[in-house]
């Protein structure tokens, strides 16, 4: 892309004002706003100033400066505000599948703003709408304008008080009763309530709501989705039998309203049914077009992962505005000196640089991996009638992917925003700075639409999988996106000997690729390893996997995305496209994130090739 | 101790109510009624009790379940109870002054509680009522009765909007008038505005307040503190001249006011100068104890290590507090399992019992270290009339362990706590759950009294300025509490080579406790190095200092504070007093912190056995 023009240039990034950052800003190797285009691309960056502005326009969106909110208040204000953006329509429909990416941009300027917002519209617009476009079918159509117009509002209720990550084993039922026509959706126990469900505390007119399907005759089909109305839109009064509320506050998030839902044998149409992976006949015999009942569930929560992928994007922006605040703080903020008379501002502090700038190069590269993961899903979903063995791949893929880059991201995001406060001090622990706002709101990214730690059993699987494969005498190892080709040659990546010959020779991101290629490869080989060991010592699958996770399967699964989140960098800026003037501080970056974040696997490298030099050698602790 | 008898065990330790975590608790190896006499002792068991009796008891702690506190409620609730606190007399002077530790056991039974109350009780009582008793002489001393009665309410002015860890650079100033006898107290900026100051915000009527202090001619003696009544104790209206007011909203600890101040030539006796270190004459000169201002700059500052190390006890109650609620829920809560129809606690998953369990450990370890520490600490204290070289020593070493192990306490339980989050699920993220408070209100732990990362520099450079005594051929390298004892024989350790032969036998405290010295010793050697080659290619002492924190001088004094806390419970278990049907457990728990602290070194361990196996070689990276 070239340099912008003088005009863009003034409209889109107008000047910084001038202040005490100035002096640091003066002295910067490149042109911000060349970076800021090349990152962003023009179309995006005219998306988000015009989404800013319409906020900044709107007297809805003016900050409660001064006096605090209640919970009530947020949460009123944030529906309100939800409704508004809404009705300011500030992306239109062939824009997002135009460029996907659209999408993200808007929801992560929502976030911006502020979380509650954000999650409010996407969990009414792309969760619960999504899921009735996805999952449902013709006859559900008709909901849709209503949802564009908010006549309706909705939420999407998985969760059950004692069931979050075994979604599967979710107690709720809705059994089909072919007199009436009528599903009976009826939770067993308080511990089947759903619970946590965003926007069902107060607002929410509408649920999809999952069930265990039960046809005459008391067969269980599995889990399926239908869209259920809870409250009266006029009065928001309860539907008879249905018994909802708020679940209370939260540790963020509090604009929006998670509730609790208990139904009471409520019945419901047969065509409350979202059929796409399953229907009931009018007389009540089950027809699905998936033959393996494991496809079927896994295609019934497939909307999951478009979930985790934004989350991703999330934990980016929070990471971004938590590194943006404590740095320009460290610019300005002088304490101490080399005399009583002179004080240095702390960033010139070698401790307050190594705390902060290496979260600085995880947010680039982390935001890039975020936009390439989330092109890659849209592309995915776009495709999802398409029944090849290159879409299933893909999709395998995507979803280890997904599955894997939530828990990094969203806990370098935790752990970078922690940091980030300390080193602001007292006036980072003052809420009006906001990252305590950001560390509570990014807090749950670790927990929903997947807790991390479980999420991590997901790619590994899928890595422990390709290789069973492949030693079984399958196809090449390969995949769609390949991020697992290079295991293609995993014995004589672990041959290789590691063989810079200076620190210098280091600071460049192809070094640390190259170790996590082998580090990957060494800990798969460890993993597989583990595993079999546990089986052959009498573990069932089941304690076979799970004995497996710590120092193995999970340290597997970190270590593959961060090679993945490196090597995409990586090859970003290094690729003819980038501008030169860009080019020092983009590798920069670049080995920057790639050496610290192989860093936390130093004992690991050095632990490996004490094993080498004692192949027989027991492994025992060293120093 | 002896087992307890069956009357003291029914009264003071009731046995736990039924449910579900009994399975559990009837699987447990040992008594737990013993365990807990064992290691509070009956007294502080009883002490425990009363106070905790006294606030269910009383309808003015009831918590407000249900609906939100707003902060100006929160604030005045905090008030009350701290009011209701002193008149209870929860703790009599005399049984402080008998036994230091129930001082640390009512801050962390109110602290449990609520740590807003704890703090507001600790800010007025001991540390504005402490600095006045400390920093006063007798003319002062009248204010004891109505501090304890409240007719006045105090707090604490040191920091400065623009200065907090720097203290001596801050920019208040009093300037004697001979004429009037007065001194002159003006804040000369808004950046010289008192800020963050606890109490301050709504309720105190004096403060003790530190200023640069100024005689007739114009020259300046350095900080000394002045008690200078702010509000009028009826109206609370400010007093002439002084502007004074709450900071706002802060992360956590809401229910104190954190205030501003800032002071226009405010006119105060010259009896309001705490003339403990320093004092001027009706005429206008200054008088002081001290030759050296340093010291008495020390002296003047001495009240923050009693801060200090109370804070590392109440950072211990906040890992307590969530390992609890963390482990209790693991136990109950159940999720996936072996097939489809049982599920498991998750507390039986390999993962979470590696998340949980070692924070459990350090619980037990930091809380022991903690006492100990309060306890020398306190004795210190009571000599600090005492000028002799051993108690000048001794202040040292308990400068430097305070300084050391307020980060390690803090941050292990800052850690802690977000682990428990994480690992309770979405149910963690419910603010009943109290695992949002817990984290936000030990973060300032982390900056208040001293930055983490600044007070470190306190610990290293004790350490080296030790080594460098010796090196100087000074005498024996030791300590009052012995805790650098070790160091004699440096060059000896680090010859040393690790031989443990098996797995098994390391699963021992003394075997990472061995790891431990060495790994002080290689720190200080290469701090050491690393100071002098800084200082050999031409840097400032101050430069010098400051670019040998990362990997040297930071991670020296963590890892002596670690070693420290490691030898201190590893001693205590070990010892014949134990109970014998404790020792296994306590045993265990200390074996699991030592090699669990000891296992974020291991790259360290491993780097400097290569260098070992190499010694001319190059320090390069390696796999």
Redesign the interface.
């Known amino acids: 892309m070239a340099a912008p023009s003088e005009g863009d240039a003034a409209s889109l990034l107008p000047d910084l004002p001038g202040g005490p950052l100035q002096a640091y800003r003066a002295r910067a190797s490149f042109c911000w706003k060349e970076l800021a285009l090349f990152l962003e691309g023009e179309d995006m960056l005219r998306l988000k100033k015009s989404i800013f502005s319409a906020l900044e326009d709107d007297p809805l969106f003016a900050r409660s400066r001064g006096h605090?909110l209640?919970?009530e208040k947020h949460q009123e204000l944030t529906f309100l505000r939800c409704k508004r953006v809404l009705g300011r329509a500030l992306l239109r429909v062939e824009d997002m599948v135009r460029n996907p990416l659209s999408v993200l941009t808007l929801i992560t300027c929502l976030g911006t703003y502020d979380w509650s917002l954000a999650q409010k519209f996407l969990l009414h617009l792309l969760v619960f709408g999504f899921a009735i476009y996805k999952s449902g079918s013709e006859r559900h159509l008709e909901y849709l304008p209503k949802i564009l117009s908010m006549e309706i509002f909705g939420c999407f209720a998985v969760?059950e008080v004692?069931?979050?990550?075994?979604a599967?084993?979710i107690r709720t039922t809705a059994h089909y009763d072919p007199a009436t026509e009528e599903f009976i959706l009826h939770s067993p126990d308080f511990e089947a309530a759903k619970?946590?469900v965003g926007n069902m505390g107060k607002t929410a007119t509408h649920a999809v709501v999952f069930a265990q399907l039960y046809t005459p005759g008391g067969r269980c089909h599995g889990l399926h989705s239908f869209l259920v109305q809870i409250r009266n839109p006029k009065t928001l009064l309860p539907m008879p039998g249905v018994m909802v509320g708020d679940?209370?506050?939260?540790?963020?998030l509090n604009g929006i309203d998670n509730g609790f839902a208990m139904f009471h044998k409520v019945r419901i149409p047969r065509r409350a049914l979202l059929n796409q992976t399953g229907d009931v006949t009018p007389e009540g015999t089950y027809v699905t077009p998936f033959k393996d009942a494991k496809q079927r569930f896994g295609a019934s929560l497939n909307n999951l992962s478009m979930g985790r992928a934004i989350i991703v994007a999330m934990s980016v922006v929070n990471l971004k505005l938590a590194v943006s605040i404590a740095l320009r703080f460290s610019a300005t903020?002088?304490?101490?000196?080399?005399t009583?008379e002179e004080?240095v501002p702390v960033l010139e502090?070698?401790?307050q640089r190594?705390?902060l700038l290496p979260y600085l190069a995880a947010v680039y590269a982390l935001d890039h991996f975020s936009k390439w993961l989330f092109l890659n899903l849209a592309e995915f979903q776009q495709g999802w009638e398409d029944r090849s063995t290159r879409q299933a791949e893909l999709g395998r893929e995507i979803h280890a992917l997904v599955s894997g880059s939530k828990p990094l991201a969203s806990w370098t995001a935790?752990r970078g925003i922690?940091e980030c406060?300390?080193a602001c001090?007292?006036h980072?622990?003052?809420?009006?700075n906001r990252?305590?706002d950001l560390?509570?709101e990014n807090?749950?990214n670790?927990?929903?639409e997947g807790?991390?730690?479980v999420l991590l059993q997901q790619t590994s699987g899928y890595l422990l999988g390709l290789l069973e494969l492949r030693l079984q005498g399958g196809a090449r190892l390969e995949s769609p996106l390949g991020t697992v080709d290079f295991l293609e040659a995993y014995p004589d990546i672990l041959d290789q000997?590691?063989s810079?010959?200076?620190?210098a020779g280091?600071l460049e991101s192809s070094v640390p690729l190259a170790?996590y290629e082998?580090?990957v490869c060494y800990l798969l080989r460890e993993s597989v390893q583990k595993v079999n060991q546990e089986k052959r010592s009498g573990s069932?699958d089941?304690?076979a996997r799970?004995?497996s996770?710590?120092y193995r399967c999970?340290s597997l699964a970190l270590a593959f995305l961060e090679l993945t989140v490196v090597r995409r960098f990586h090859e970003y800026v290094h690729q003819p496209g980038v501008p030169p003037p860009l080019r020092a501080t983009l590798q920069r970056l670049s080995a920057l994130y790639a050496l610290w974040s192989l860093n936390q696997h130093?004992?690991l490298?050095?632990?490996?090739?004490?094993r080498r030099r004692c192949p027989g050698g027991r492994d025992?602790?060293?120093?």
């Open positions: 605090e209640s919970l969760t004692s069931h979050g990550s075994n599967k084993a619970f946590w679940i209370g506050k939260k540790l963020g903020r002088r304490q101490f000196g080399p009583d004080e502090y070698q401790t190594w705390r935790q922690q406060r300390e001090g007292g980072g622990y003052l809420a009006v990252l305590g560390r509570n807090d749950p670790c927990t929903y807790d991390n730690n000997r590691f810079c010959p200076s620190v280091c170790a082998w580090l069932s089941f304690e799970n004995n996770q710590v999970r130093t004992a490298l050095y632990r490996a090739e004490r025992r602790p060293s120093r």
